[in-house]
């Protein structure tokens, strides 16, 4: 039987059809346009367009945007100063601060300045450790949406075996967290890991988290087991080869198409609850 297509790009369009609802009755009970702030610091061509299309999603659902462009010589204290300012700013109630920022900027002092009622990405030291201690936090915006689409799919998690390979601040690490607070077994494989291959071939479910193009072989995967891959490189390629998947894994994501829309989803998904929470 054909594997499952874990569809994103579907189920984003059709959430986005209920936020732009959302937000309109948010909108008439008397609240202000839900605002997110992109913060681009240099001009990495790739980032310029995640920024892009993350603003694009928010107009679809009736949200404002606002973009801050800081050149690629930015200091740490200048990044942070912009931070606060927008943290002080009652018009903004999320603040996107786009990863990967220039070397000579500390990201982690940057992302953990962001107040945490607007950390609409899931960044902060602090959200992380709210959300793994299954507290109120916002989920980094990448493992959130992949746990969305795994809900929507019906995935079963609990008691199942999932391998997640990589643990970066942003993605691993927090999807490793979140499917553990769903009563999964996981294992976290990183570029020490020895013995990658024989780990990823127990997992019921795959995670690919690894940003090398099919780094994941598809003969390690075993028959019927569930394959997200967050991977994108160009050419639509993932961090998990495909070879022959599709006519043995009981379900997968496509790249394009499956784990990208479903971040920004979760983004703008999280931007409305923080405008709600304003609210109460
Ligand atoms: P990252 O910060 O570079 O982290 C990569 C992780 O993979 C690290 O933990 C690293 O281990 C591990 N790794 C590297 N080489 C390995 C190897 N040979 N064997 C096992 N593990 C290895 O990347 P990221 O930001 O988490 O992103 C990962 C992927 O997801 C990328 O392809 C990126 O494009 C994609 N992504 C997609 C979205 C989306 O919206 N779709 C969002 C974010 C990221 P160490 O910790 O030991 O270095």
């Given at each position: 039987m054909a594997a499952l297509i874990l569809d994103g790009k579907a189920l984003a369009m059709s959430r986005e059809a209920e936020l732009s609802i959302a937000v309109e009755e948010l909108i008439r009970s008397g609240a202000k346009v839900p605002v997110l702030a992109t913060i681009l610091v240099g001009g990495d061509p790739a980032s310029a367009t995640y920024v892009q299309m993350k603003q694009n999603a928010c107009r679809r659902v009736g949200m404002e945007s606002v973009k801050v462009a800081m050149p690629e010589s930015?200091?740490?204290?200048?990044?942070?100063?912009?931070?606060?300012?927008?943290?002080?700013?009652?018009?903004?109630?999320?603040?996107?601060?786009?990863?990967?920022?220039?070397?000579?900027?500390d990201e982690r002092t940057c992302f953990?300045?962001?107040?945490?009622?607007?950390?609409?990405?899931?960044?902060?030291?602090?959200?992380?450790?709210?959300?793994?201690?299954?507290?109120?936090?916002?989920?980094?915006?990448?493992?959130?949406?992949?746990?969305?689409?795994?809900?929507?799919?019906k995935v079963a998690l609990s008691g199942k075996h999932a391998v997640v390979v990589g643990r970066s601040p942003i993605l691993g690490k927090p999807m490793a967290a979140m499917l553990l607070n769903a009563d999964a077994t996981v294992t976290?494989?990183?570029?020490?890991?020895?013995?990658?291959?024989?780990?990823?071939?127990?997992?019921?479910?795959?995670?690919?988290?690894?940003?090398?193009?099919?780094?994941?072989?598809?003969e390690w995967i075993k028959d019927g087991a569930i394959v997200v891959d967050a991977g994108y490189h160009p050419g639509g390629i993932g961090d998990i080869d495909k070879t022959g998947l599709d006519s043995r894994v009981?379900?997968?994501?496509?790249?394009?198409?499956?784990?990208?829309?479903?971040?920004?989803?979760?983004?703008?998904?999280?931007?409305?609850d923080s405008a709600r929470k304003d609210m109460s």
């Open positions: 930015t200091t740490t204290e200048e990044l942070l100063a912009q931070i606060d300012l927008l943290n002080k700013d009652p018009q903004v109630c999320g603040i996107l601060l786009q990863h990967p920022v220039p070397e000579q900027i953990d300045a962001i107040a945490i009622e607007k950390d609409v990405d899931g960044v902060t030291t602090k959200g992380f450790g709210l959300m793994s201690m299954q507290e109120q936090a916002f989920g980094s915006a990448t493992p959130a949406g992949i746990m969305t689409l795994l809900a929507h799919y976290i494989c990183h570029s020490r890991t020895q013995n990658l291959a024989e780990l990823v071939a127990q997992a019921d479910i795959v995670i690919g988290a690894v940003g090398k193009p099919e780094l994941i072989k598809a009981a379900a997968l994501t496509p790249v394009p198409g499956g784990v990208g829309p479903m971040t920004i989803n979760a983004l703008i998904s999280q931007t409305l």
